[in-house]
């Protein structure tokens, strides 16, 4: 069993940056994918941003694209998510989930895919 816990959320103003962590523990994360979603009030779940685990393959979604950089440290177990620029349509709940190996790379965004889940850290952008 894996479990997530993410830390760095807060209340940031427009153009401002912050760090997301995910911290995982029950197991070694090798050859998980490990993933970053968000939940706007009143919206789906929607895919930010993925990495592999070497590092070497990452992927985002358009609207963070340019702006949010994710990266992993395999020793700490830990994922993070670099978000600079932010605007008020970035405020969500922003969780953090792993892939199991197998995980079908078309298939990144797709939130089926993931295994495990955080409980999530509230990221707030005002205007």
């Known amino acids: 069993q894996v479990q997530l816990v993410e830390s760095g959320g807060g209340l940031v103003q427009a153009g401002g940056s912050l760090r997301l962590s995910c911290a995982a523990s029950?197991?070694?994360?090798?050859?998980?994918?490990m993933g970053w979603f968000r939940q706007a009030p009143g919206k789906e779940r929607e895919f930010a941003a993925a990495?592999?685990?070497?590092?070497?393959?990452?992927y985002y979604a358009d609207s963070v694209k340019g702006r949010f950089t994710i990266s992993r440290d395999n020793a700490k177990n830990t994922v993070y998510l670099q978000m600079n620029s932010l605007k008020p349509e970035d405020t969500a709940v922003y969780y953090c989930?792993?892939?199991?190996?197998?995980?079908?790379?078309?298939?990144?965004?797709?939130?089926?895919?993931?295994?495990?889940w955080g409980q999530g850290t509230q990221v707030t952008v005002s205007s």
């Open positions: 029950g197991r070694t994360l090798r050859n998980y994918l």
């Open positions: 989930a792993a892939a199991k190996p197998g995980y079908t790379s078309r298939h990144i965004s797709n939130s089926g895919q993931y295994d495990y």
């Open positions: 990495i592999s685990w070497t590092g070497s393959s990452t």
